[in-house]
């Protein structure tokens, strides 16, 4: 029997402080832009990257472990809730399309 | 309306500062998700798909003109400038941050609101017809039940931590408007044929993955024995409900496993156990809050303006058409002001209008207002000579949308736009279809059609008893959305029943669309709205429309 193959991750998670999306990145930050996320494509180090995800409870809340896909501009999300979650409600222009198009910063988070 | 004691400010207060200290003990590391999890949910706090959402308790969907403009401000000064209205007569703001809710509770005890008891296994805030103490059909007005439902059941000591969540409604109109046959209780407001007042008492109602109709459990309870009653129905679930496993939990498998009669032979035992405990301090209680329910000083006066009025102006007499109800006072109207512009988000009203609405309630609506299930605001007593000055400030509000009762008068959860649990989103659909039929122009010509929407099996939007009721899906990674036909939540209620497969997000709306032309070819009169047409001639016809290929392969 074939294995079920791993389809590339993202580890995800909400900020505990505005309870917004965040993605984990390669260098240990926390970003509020999917594209700078970590794609990982081995499923033990996924696991292993969740963990580092979960042991740090002050500063984000439920990581687990997103379906994403490789693009130019960085990874992408496969299922559609994930692509609500990398933009914001279909209704208003709130959430994090609101955010991509403000002239400050994206992000202010502070390294974990 | 009820005022607060000093009692129940001071445990309002305190437990806002016991929250208050648990959110900085959360933020500086010292309570873990998991220990925080409970608390903030106990206080109303979810964690959502794009931020905290807070839902604050609206008891019976009852507000005063301060309360509507407490939250008028808590949505400017804490989220964007909005508050949804939801299917439970609840409010919910859907973008605080963690630090400031403490900020916002306290606010909300400021006007004797709170969020407590919105969220988690415990009774529920308990919901009642949106059309109480005004309604020309009401037997008696159902809120100081509800009050004392709220005050028994708020922090009872034996009812925090039940198999799963509850809810109770209560109608006092034999024109059941709270939808009491899909709950976990629902109390109706009758007369025994000696004329003494009491409940018939339905219990293991619900909607979610197994709907169900509530079953009489008590055909006559007389209104002394409400409380030790509801305590023995609530006990001997909390004893017998299944702990493990949360799709078994509710009360209406409990109901369902147990046997009715062995349920009813259980909570008859306790009740005898209960009912002398009591002593007769409910019935004291009951009768303050009656006080603070009497009925606001009608008055009397001509109604030329409003004959004049609808005379002249067809948006006036369209909207007048609609969005008006009968009042039991002569010369009063109960206003339903629709939030559902066609193409705007159902219950949804930013802060602006908010105020307006409380503005509305203070000058021409005796300082009242309701939320509907339906997720509409009402101002119950407005005398009718006063409507067209109403309606022309509801105008430039945008909330002038004749609509009521029409199919672009939809209830839709939040969806995935917004929850966590949802597997499809509702609002988008909800927009659709109210804009299409709007620029159809038919939505009159159909007349009377609830269209309910959830974005998940757990039926917040009530679909199961949607006339035509739609259920969004993740098939596959993708949106899908089932219909559902027949379904009734008034006193004839009724679970809609499948039509057939389900539709993508692209399919659904020319769907619903083939479906109510259907009707409108199969309808007898004008006057057979589409839920008469459907029980007279069953699934069939609707289903030939939603499936034409499937009559053509079979015809072939």
Redesign the interface.
């Known amino acids: 029997m074939s294995r079920h193959r791993h389809s590339p991750k993202v580890v995800t998670a ?1 900020s ?6 965040v993605w984990l990145t390669a260098d240990d930050r926390w970003t509020r832009n999917m594209s700078e996320a970590e794609l990982i494509e081995d499923e033990a180090v996924a696991e292993d990257r969740l963990l580092f995800a979960i042991s740090q ?2 500063l984000v ?2 990581a687990y472990l997103a379906d994403a896909a490789p693009s130019k501009s960085g990874p992408i999300p ?4 994930e692509t ?2 990398t933009k ?5 222009f ?3 399309q609101q955010q991509e198009q403000a002239v400050a910063p994206a992000s202010n988070f502070e390294e974990a | 309306m009820y005022q607060y004691s000093d009692f129940d400010d001071a445990f309002v207060r305190e437990r806002v500062a016991q929250f208050r200290a648990q959110v900085e003990r959360r933020i500086d590391g010292n309570l873990t998700e998991d220990e925080f999890k409970p608390l903030r949910l106990m206080n109303g706090l979810y964690l959502q798909l794009h931020a905290y959402m807070l839902r604050v308790a609206i008891p019976y969907g009852t507000l005063n003109s301060r309360q509507m403009r407490q939250l008028a401000m808590i949505a400017e000064d804490w989220d964007k400038g909005y508050g949804h209205f939801t299917t439970r007569q609840n409010i919910q703001f859907n973008w605080p941050r963690l630090a400031d809710t403490p900020d916002i509770l306290d606010a909300l005890a400021d006007v004797e609101m709170h969020a407590i008891q919105t969220s988690g296994n415990t009774i529920r805030n308990v919901t009642a017809d949106h059309f109480a103490g005004a309604a020309a059909d009401e037997i008696a007005d159902p809120r100081p039940v509800a009050e004392l439902i709220r005050q028994w059941s708020t922090d009872h000591p034996e009812f925090q931590f039940l198999p799963r969540k509850f809810k109770i409604a209560v109608t006092g109109s034999p024109n059941d408007r709270a939808v009491t046959r899909a709950h976990d209780i629902g109390l109706r407001m009758i007369r025994n044929e000696t004329g003494e007042p009491g409940f018939e008492v339905i219990v293991g109602g619900g909607l979610g993955r197994t709907p169900m109709i509530g079953k009489v459990i008590r055909e006559f309870l007389p209104r002394t024995d409400l409380l030790p009653y509801l305590e023995s129905i609530v006990s001997v679930y909390n004893a017998l409900g299944r702990r493990d496993n949360k799709y078994k939990a509710r009360i209406k498998i409990t109901v369902a496993e147990t046997g009715l009669d062995e349920f009813r032979n259980r909570v008859d035992t306790r009740f005898e156990q209960l009912r002398s405990q009591f002593g007769g301090a409910d019935l004291a209680m009951l009768a303050r809050i009656e006080q603070a329910f009497a009925p606001p000083a009608f008055r009397s006066a001509p109604l030329g303006q409003y004959d004049a009025a609808r005379e002249a102006d067809p948006a006036f007499r369209s909207w007048t058409d609609t969005n008006l109800a009968p009042h039991k006072a002569e010369g009063y109207a109960i206003v339903t002001v629709s939030l559902k512009v066609h193409g705007a988000t159902p219950g949804d009203a930013t802060s602006d209008q908010m105020r307006a609405l409380a503005d509305l309630a203070e000058r021409f609506g005796h300082d009242e207002l309701r939320i509907s299930h339906e997720q509409n605001v009402i101002l119950p007593h407005v005398h009718k000579s006063d409507l067209p000055e109403v309606h022309s400030v509801l105008r430039k509000h945008g909330l002038a949308t004749a609509n009521v009762g029409l199919i672009s008068d939809i209830i839709a959860c939040p969806g995935m736009d917004y929850c966590v649990l949802a597997t499809a989103r509702s609002i988008p659909i909800a927009q659709e279809i109210a804009q299409r039929f709007d620029d159809l122009k038919l939505e009159h010509e159909i007349g009377d059609l609830k269209i309910k929407i959830s974005g998940c099996i757990n039926a917040c939007g009530h679909h199961h008893v949607g006339h035509i009721g739609i259920l969004g899906l993740d098939r596959a990674g993708v949106e899908n959305y089932q219909i559902t036909l027949g379904g009734d939540g008034t006193e004839t209620a009724a679970i809609g029943e499948r039509a057939g497969p389900g539709f993508s997000a692209e399919e659904i709306v020319p769907a619903i669309e083939r479906l109510v032309h259907a009707y409108l070819d199969l309808r007898g009169s004008k006057g057979e709205s589409f839920l008469q047409t459907y029980r007279r001639l069953g699934i069939g016809p609707f289903k030939a429309a939603l499936y034409p290929e499937r009559v053509d392969a079979h015809a072939a």
């Open positions: 909400s505990l402080l505005e309870g917004d999306t409870p002050d809340v439920g496969v299922h559609f809730r609500l979650r914001g409600p279909s209704n208003y709130h959430g994090k």
